[in-house]
């Protein structure tokens, strides 16, 4: 049988504006969650009250700022010693320590710059004979 020309538009149009509907929303959220970061300045130092109104994008540039003068803090001597001594004492605190040595190894290969990340495929083989044996004795 012939597919519909009509129902073949329309999973068309969805496959086109749906990844762009998410793209916008995910952008939409992580610029929002950025901007609002302004509002950790004390209140007298924010926009509003030093402009007399807001800059849309301010925090987004804070961010921006606070971000990068962090990796470059990092990047010495003294600030690779302060971070290995703040892992440390994360991975002294259950709860914490497991969300953040997983999103750390996460992101970890992401931005090696060797460019090896991701580099082999690998099969798992999820464990059939395990959940068999696991439901037979219950």
Same mark, same amino acid.
């Given at each position: 049988?012939?597919?519909?020309?009509i129902?073949?538009?329309?999973?068309?149009?969805?496959?086109?504006? &749906?990844?762009?509907?998410?793209?916008f #929303?995910?952008?939409?959220?992580i $610029?929002?969650?950025?901007?609002? @970061?302004?509002?950790? *300045?004390?209140?007298?130092?924010?926009?509003?009250?030093?402009?007399g109104?807001?800059?849309?994008?301010?925090?987004?540039?804070l961010?921006?700022?606070?971000?990068?003068?962090?990796?470059?803090?990092?990047?010495?001597?003294?600030?690779?010693?302060? &971070?290995?001594?703040?892992?440390?004492l #994360?991975?002294?605190?259950?709860? $914490?320590r497991?969300?953040?040595l @997983?999103v750390?190894? *996460?992101?970890?290969?992401l931005f090696?710059?060797?460019?090896?990340?991701?580099?082999?495929?690998?099969?798992?083989?999820?464990?059939?004979?395990?959940?068999y044996?696991?439901?037979?004795?219950?």
């Amino acid at each position: 049988m012939k597919p519909h020309p009509i129902r073949n538009s329309i999973i068309a149009g969805v496959l086109i504006w &749906v990844p762009i509907y998410v793209t916008f #929303v995910i952008i939409r959220f992580i $610029v929002q969650l950025l901007d609002d @970061s302004i509002l950790l *300045l004390p209140s007298a130092y924010q926009p509003e009250v030093v402009f007399g109104f807001d800059i849309p994008g301010l925090g987004v540039l804070l961010s921006i700022i606070v971000i990068f003068l962090t990796g470059f803090f990092a990047t010495n001597y003294f600030g690779r010693k302060l &971070v290995s001594w703040g892992e440390s004492l #994360v991975a002294k605190i259950p709860l $914490v320590r497991f969300v953040y040595l @997983s999103v750390k190894d *996460l992101l970890e290969p992401l931005f090696e710059e060797e460019g090896h990340a991701f580099s082999r495929v690998l099969l798992v083989e999820f464990p059939r004979k395990c959940i068999y044996s696991i439901a037979l004795q219950t």
